[in-house]
């Protein structure tokens, strides 16, 4: 019998501010994948998306390419894709696609990789773990690469928070807001961002939110970027006036991420308000996710 797979991979925010390519957290929010072996490259999608066909394709690259490191050959593929995580806009939707790659591919041949063999290949495949690793894993991921491996902690998300995302009409390519970074920092500003990093995982692994603030504060990334993003300051500074615990730029941008209460209900109607009344911020719609703390595999 032809075995079909399907994946959810859910999309993230990383760096969380000050946890540059080191953490991120996985949303409620999914990509989903159906995919089967096929005589040729077959893409097609459910949502009315516009995928990319062939073998460009960024899942039939990712599932060509855990095959071949398995000593496998891909005869073809069948995909049939939804993809709601919008591209380019800092909410990990090519590790989202990685990840149902992976993870997809290991089913069709039997599940012959183990957990960490999986998120250490869709590490290197993304080029960092940020985003990948906690798409796979779930919750508050801080991941490094050491020797091609993956080494990561996971904690699950309190129920308490909510991740309000300012999402521009406008993309921001990863390559261009990586070109934007200094090859040189002072070293003081590595030691502020060690520090605050340290001190967000302590937050999140002990759940005090009331550090968030000071936590995310960055100089090794943001300064650099949010020229890049057209009222992202502004946006900011909204977030942190409404009640937010921290706001940061997700991943490479240009969305901007605010930490808010789970309770506060309000949150999102007075964002909206508050983005049409300055002429710097209307290009930003909000969007209100829980984490995702369960696990692909």
């Known amino acids: 019998m032809e075995q079909v797979i399907s994946v959810k991979a859910p999309a993230s925010v990383a760096n969380l501010g000050s946890g540059f390519d080191t953490m991120g957290i ?3 929010l999914f990509n989903t994948v159906e995919m089967r072996e096929w005589d040729g490259v077959e893409v097609s999608t ?5 995928p990319v066909q062939g073998e460009e394709n960024l899942i039939y ?3 060509k390419a855990v095959y071949e490191e ?4 891909l005869p073809g593929l069948k995909l049939v894709q939804a993809s709601p995580i919008p591209q380019a806009r800092g909410l990990g939707s090519s590790s989202a696609c990685i990840a149902a790659g992976v993870v997809g591919a290991n089913r069709l041949l039997g599940g012959v990789l183990t957990e960490n063999e999986q998120l250490s290949l869709a590490a290197r495949l993304e080029g960092h773990p940020d985003n990948v690793v906690p798409a796979m894993l779930g919750g508050f991921v801080t991941s490094v690469m050491e020797g091609g491996r993956v080494y990561t902690v996971k904690k699950k998300v309190s129920e308490e928070l909510r991740f309000c995302a300012f999402v521009p009409d406008f993309e921001l390519l990863t390559e261009k807001a990586r070109a934007a970074l200094p090859q040189q920092v002072p070293h003081r500003d590595a030691v502020y961002n060690a520090a605050r990093a340290a001190l967000m995982a302590a937050a999140f692994c002990e759940g005090r939110p009331e550090l968030f603030a000071v936590a995310s504060g960055d100089k090794l990334h943001q ?3 949010l020229p890049l993003i057209p009222g992202a300051g502004r946006v900011l500074e909204i977030a942190m006036q409404l009640g937010a615990r921290a706001a ?6 240009p969305t901007i991420m605010a930490v808010c ?22 290009r930003f719609a909000v969007h209100r996710y829980q984490a995702q703390n369960a696990s692909m595999f």
Not at 248 to 253: E, P, Q
Not at 264 to 281: K, Q
């Open 26 to 28: 996985a949303l409620s």
């Open 223 to 225: 300064p650099y970027r």
């Open 70 to 73: 398995c000593g496998r050959t």
């Open 261 to 282: 209460d789970a309770g506060d209900d309000t949150f999102v109607p007075r964002a909206i308000l508050a983005l049409a009344e300055d002429a710097a911020t209307r």
């Open 248 to 253: 940061f730029i997700s991943g490479a941008g």
């Open 61 to 63: 690259r990712t599932v």
């Open 46 to 50: 459910t949502d009315g998306t516009v």
